[in-house]
């Protein structure tokens, strides 16, 4: 059997990068090099791609992968048939490509960009499409689908960077005559928490608006919902599944970037600690927001379920989820009977299917 020929984008220029490169050593570890060709294509915080010429994945959160001498410089071309080219001089190396696994999360990896260019190349990818992915990556889009659905989510409104230019005591009034305090302010298109605050007055607030403006022109200030956070690994093209209900105790004020990534204080809870009958409305909803904004693949999609009513409240989808050893998404498949590197092979033959 021919071995498919797959290429694992990383990297990238977003704020995300280093959580990319974490997530791609643990795709890359868990790939099975009988089944793969793997050429593993990562992308520096400057915008250059770097086909990796070595074998030690360990390398990736590290930054020693820049420092492998087998390293090419290396670009997917947008002509349908060229591939992978990879760079040695004055020579050009061409690679077939079957499928490729964009490990890349927030900005230009998993907006419908990195997507955009794969649909011109003319190769299939895994996740969700250029439509879907750019939707679920501004909150703002995400939220009108989630109202269209039917689907119940917390209260919310837009502001604008220029509102905060020139207008910024009139934007503090008009939310706090909105929602009482605290208040979640994030950038409309990031992921992994980063630029979101919890505000408690209206000094954080003002902070934390300037703050999440910093990544993006759109921010979102949504009211607080008092409940635990529970999250659901999604996969699927025309008939997806929903993984078993997690839950994160973050330890801190809210499950924020370190809590996810720097700091040991997150508990993960598979199952989540919820009723059954909470649990398989929440996996429905989940399913109800990945078919309406049309997502192929996979996503996370992350839910509040409220103390006492146990009622479920939709907060966001991420298209592209982490990937790491302590990453939720693969931890729900393993929890649903599918095991990493079974996982890995199911999402590149939805890749190839769709």
Not at 188 to 209: I, N, P, Y
Not at 302 to 312: A, L, R, W
Request: net charge negative; with cysteine.
């Amino acid at each position: 059997m021919k071995k498919l020929s797959v290429c694992v984008l990383f990297g990238g220029m977003s704020p995300e990068h280093e959580v990319s490169l974490r997530s791609a050593e643990a795709v890359l570890n868990h790939m099975n090099p009988e089944k793969y060709n793997i050429f593993p294509v990562g992308i520096t915080r400057e915008g250059d791609w770097v086909l990796f010429g070595g074998t030690d994945y360990s390398q990736l959160p590290t930054g020693q992968w820049l420092q492998e001498p087998k390293n090419r410089r290396a670009a997917i071309s947008p002509v349908r048939g060229q591939g992978l080219l990879s760079f040695e001089g004055d020579c050009v190396v061409r690679e077939r490509i079957d499928v490729v696994f964009p490990v890349l999360h927030g900005e230009n990896g998993e907006d419908g960009a990195m997507q955009g260019l794969l649909q011109l190349a003319g190769i299939p990818y895994v996740g969700p499409h250029v439509s879907a992915s750019a939707v679920s990556m501004d909150k703002t889009l995400t939220k009108l689908v989630a109202d269209k659905a039917g689907v119940r989510q917390a209260a919310w409104h837009l502001v604008r960077r220029c509102d905060l230019d020139a207008r910024l005591d009139n934007t503090l009034d008009t939310l706090e005559s909105r929602f009482a305090y605290p208040m979640f302010v994030k950038p409309s298109g990031t992921g992994s928490s980063v630029g979101v605050s919890k505000a408690a007055d209206r000094e954080a607030l003002s902070q934390a608006l300037v703050n999440a403006a910093r990544y993006d022109d759109k921010v979102l200030v949504e009211e607080f919902i008092q409940g635990r956070e529970v999250e659901v690994a999604v996969m699927g093209n025309a008939s997806p599944m929903a993984s078993v209900c997690g839950e994160i105790d973050s330890g801190a004020d809210f499950y924020d970037y370190d809590a996810k990534y720097v700091t040991d204080t997150s508990t993960a809870y598979i199952p989540a600690r919820i009723p059954e009958d909470v649990g398989e409305l929440v996996r429905e909803a989940a399913v109800k927001i990945y078919s309406a904004i049309g997502c192929q693949g996979m996503s996370r999609v992350d839910f509040f379920v409220t103390y006492g009513e146990n009622e479920v409240v939709f907060n966001e989808i991420n298209t592209l989820p982490g990937f790491t050893s302590i990453s939720m998404y693969p931890k729900l498949f393993e929890a649903s009977g599918i095991p990493y590197g079974e996982l890995i092979d199911e999402l590149l033959r939805l890749a190839m299917e769709a």
